[in-house]
Each structure stands twice: as C-alpha cells, then as structure tokens.
C-alpha cells in the first residue's frame, strides 16, 4: 500500500539524483536574521526535533559524509546552516527544536530565530519536517506543524530511521502520519519514509527539492 498520494517513476528518481550529483557546499551559519543571505534563490529548509536526523540526511541526499556535522549530542547545530546546491537552491539545516543539552536561555533563542526565519522567508519553498519514525509526531512537532499553517509555509513530513523498525510498524506510522498531515492546511499530503544509512526514500526526497528549484 502507498502512503502518498504520487508515485514516483525511475526518471524522476534519477533526475533527482543526478541533481544531487552536483556540487553543494556550506555557505555560512546564520546566527541572527541580519545575517541570512540577499538572495532571490530559493531554499528549502529540514526541521526537526534535535536528534531526528537532519544533518544526517543532508549529508546522505549529497552523499557527502562531513559536510553538514553530525552530533550524538542533541542540540548540537546552534545555527542556520546554509549549502548551496549546483547555485540552483539554498538547503537550510536548521537547529533542532524540543529538547537540547544547552541552557534554556539559548534554546528560547535559537527557537526565537527559527520561527522569524520560518514566518518571514519569501523565498522558502518547503520546510521538510523530520519525525524520527519510531516515535512519530509528538505535541512539539505539531506546536511546529500548527504555527507554519498559521505562516501559510508549505511543509511536508519526512519519517526517518525507518530502516530502526519493521515494515509492519513502519506502514503504521505512516498510515498514522498521512491522517494527522490531512488536518493540516499549509501540510503537502505526501508522506515520504526514509534512512540516511540504508540510502531508503533519499532519491524521492531528491526530486522532491529539484522540482523545488525549478
């Protein structure tokens, strides 16, 4: 059974993989608004829980081991990361939200610096919100889910870790997933499962971006 409402031929597959097979490199960490990019380009940004993933993925979907940095330790990306994709589209790595080993001080500030970037970005084209598949959507991703209907920001669900679960486990949670995204306004109906180390869904979520900056 498909969880998502399209199907994605080879030719897609490959185009968003060839995409990918252009250069991408960082660009800058963006600490305060003042400092984000004067630029028409379009971006897509990955926001998460701290620990879903998201540095993972980025480095998976480029296959560049070290170029977003990866932590045990939640709460490690403290910034805006910024990569520049072939000079075609910006990838957002955004700092997690939820819980982090940091004081709460700087925690309310790196939330304070998401949510202005989330609701004032024009040029955003998705916000690819990352739940860890073994837990699914907890109250703080729909706190995130809720306030980018409230914005009109398009977003869409990416479950990571499914290769942590069985497949009968992992039909469920997408099931689950597809029928809280429908309740969402600004939510893309499309439910894509994935795994940074088993390479699963990375070249769907790749042609996902690559329509994005067309």
Same mark, same amino acid.
């Given at each position: +059974?498909?969880?998502?409402?399209?199907?994605?031929?080879?030719?897609? @597959? =490959?185009?968003?993989?060839?995409?990918?097979?252009?250069?991408?490199?960082?660009?800058?960490?963006?600490?305060?608004?003042? #400092?984000? *990019?004067?630029?028409?380009?379009?971006?897509? =940004?990955?926001?998460?829980?701290?620990?879903?993933?998201?540095?993972?993925?980025?480095?998976?979907?480029?296959?560049?081991?070290?170029?977003? @940095?990866?932590?045990?330790? *939640?709460?490690?990306?403290?910034?805006?990361?910024?990569?520049?994709?072939?000079?075609?589209?910006? &990838?957002?790595?955004?700092?997690?939200?939820?819980? =982090?080993? $940091?004081?709460?001080? +700087? %925690?309310?500030?790196?939330?304070?610096?998401?949510?202005?970037?989330? #609701?004032?970005?024009?040029?955003?084209?998705? %916000?690819? %919100?990352?739940?860890?598949?073994?837990?699914?959507? /907890? @109250?703080?991703?729909?706190?995130? +889910?809720? +306030?980018?209907?409230?914005?009109?920001?398009?977003?869409? &669900?990416?479950?990571? /870790?499914?290769?942590? &679960?069985?497949?009968?486990?992992?039909? @469920? %949670?997408?099931?689950?997933?597809?029928?809280?995204?429908?309740?969402?306004?600004? $939510?893309?109906?499309?439910?894509?499962?994935?795994?940074?180390?088993?390479?699963?869904?990375?070249?769907?979520?790749?042609?996902? &971006?690559?329509?994005?900056?067309?």
């Amino acid at each position: +059974m498909d969880f998502t409402l399209e199907e994605y031929t080879e030719e897609q @597959k =490959a185009c968003g993989k060839n995409f990918f097979k252009q250069p991408c490199t960082f660009v800058l960490g963006v600490a305060n608004l003042e #400092q984000l *990019p004067l630029t028409d380009m379009p971006e897509v =940004a990955f926001a998460g829980r701290s620990n879903v993933g998201k540095s993972s993925i980025i480095n998976a979907l480029t296959e560049k081991k070290g170029l977003a @940095k990866t932590s045990n330790t *939640p709460g490690r990306t403290q910034q805006l990361n910024y990569f520049n994709l072939a000079d075609k589209i910006h &990838i957002v790595d955004l700092p997690g939200y939820g819980f =982090a080993q $940091a004081p709460e001080s +700087m %925690v309310k500030q790196w939330q304070k610096l998401i949510f202005a970037y989330l #609701q004032g970005r024009v040029n955003l084209k998705r %916000v690819f %919100v990352l739940i860890d598949s073994r837990h699914g959507i /907890k @109250k703080v991703d729909t706190e995130i +889910m809720e +306030m980018l209907d409230k914005a009109a920001v398009t977003y869409q &669900i990416v479950l990571t /870790k499914a290769d942590k &679960i069985s497949e009968k486990a992992l039909n @469920k %949670v997408k099931q689950e997933t597809l029928e809280i995204v429908k309740k969402h306004a600004a $939510a893309y109906v499309s439910v894509l499962a994935t795994s940074s180390e088993k390479k699963q869904g990375l070249d769907e979520l790749r042609y996902e &971006i690559y329509s994005l900056s067309l």
